[in-house]
């Protein structure tokens, strides 16, 4: 509460048989806030797109110091990405993540301290189970592709039927009926997966 004021002493003396007196110090220099202990943030965690960054502020003082948290994309703040932790994104891929950390205290300079930016950012990784296939191998029949479950959702699936390992041309729906082609062949489906900011 002192901050931006000038402080004073007053002194008074009193004794019996003596008028008491007051006094006064000149004022000094108006008071100024301090500054906080602030060091630079730290974060751990893969640089790749689906990995959680997590973010180490270091000891502020004197405690306690409210902290607050902004993760930078080549420098710019990310909107919304506030937290302790950052799960990334689809935009960060290419790019350097760092993390800003801004202490406040009452009666202190507020301070913010940026880390030291990561790694470029990877492309992530699909999670991608090897499909099945429902139904009875007989001409004319229907297949069912079953795609398993592809992460992290959403993933969008594509299919492609082929017969004998060779694509089969226009079987590109998630069932399939057998033809006469088929016959004495063997069926398979190949699901594709794709996820922008995923392989």
Avoid at 99 to 123: H, L, N, P
């Amino acid at each position: 509460g002192d901050v931006s004021k000038k402080i004073t002493v007053r002194v008074s003396g009193a004794q019996s048989a003596y008028t008491s007196v007051a006094k006064t110090s000149v004022a000094g220099a108006a008071v100024v806030a301090a500054k906080l202990t602030a060091p630079v943030p730290t974060f751990a965690g893969t640089a790749k797109v689906g990995s959680t960054l997590k973010a180490t502020p270091g000891t502020w003082g004197p405690a306690p110091v409210t902290i607050k948290y902004q993760w930078m994309r080549n420098g710019t703040a990310i909107i919304g990405a506030t937290g302790a932790s950052y799960t990334q994104v689809a935009a960060d891929a290419g790019k350097k993540i760092s993390v800003q950390v801004t202490g406040t205290k009452t009666g202190y300079s507020t301070a913010s301290k940026t880390s030291v930016a990561g790694g470029v950012v990877a492309v992530g990784t699909l999670t991608a189970p090897a499909p099945t296939v429902a139904g009875t191998a007989k001409v004319g029949s229907v297949l069912k592709a079953m795609p398993g479950t592809w992460g992290p959702a959403p993933v969008a699936v594509t299919y492609q039927w082929l017969r004998n390992g060779t694509a089969i041309t226009g079987a590109t729906g998630a069932s399939y009926i057998q033809v006469a082609a088929d016959a004495g062949k063997k069926i398979t489906v190949r699901v594709t997966g794709t996820k922008s900011g995923y392989t």
